[in-house]
């Protein structure tokens, strides 16, 4: 039988403490430049509503959704779209904000994707940047918290779809009972 525990890592304050900072860098980047803003769901979306409310540049929202991972904390190959955009990011700045940028090979194929539409430049904000299991090089150009190892759930982040709700970060610690 396996048990799981959580262990606190970021707690709420630190979170939206990083994600104001995160905010103030994205304005002073895009200096009120129209922005396209895209939660990838469903891990970003709690981060995705703190930092656009912090936003001054009256960006445009839009979501897109892509399977990578199943109930599972190993990485399963291949990645799809399963909701794309709606709007038309042609000629327009484009941000993806994720939760965690892990191997990066979900990013690398959101990066593709975004820029074959026609966006002027995509840039990437995540809540977390994983460096341990890099596999292919992605450029991260806003993230709150860089990590090394471990599984985090919480603040949008899930575990076999638990945990979303939580409103601060945690280590998932699995122990098997005999
Ligand atoms: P990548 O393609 O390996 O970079 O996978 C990134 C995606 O994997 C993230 O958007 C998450 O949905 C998921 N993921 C990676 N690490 C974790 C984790 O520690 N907790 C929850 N989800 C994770
Ligand atoms: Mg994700």
Redesign the pocket.
Known sequence: MINTSLELKFSQIEILEKVETMAMQINNAYQGKPLVVIC?L???FMFFSDLTKCLKCSPVVDFIK?S??GNS?V?KEG?CISKDIEIDVNDRHVLIV????????????LLQHLSEKGAVSVKVATL?N?TE???VP?SVDFSCFTFSS????GYG???AEKYRELPAIYT?KETKLK
């Open positions: 990838v469903k891990g970003a892509i990578s991972y904390m990485r990645t994720e939760d965690i940028v892990d191997t990066g090979h979900s990013m690398q194929f977390l994983k299991l890099r596999e992605v471990g599984f985090l759930v982040l899930d575990y998932l």
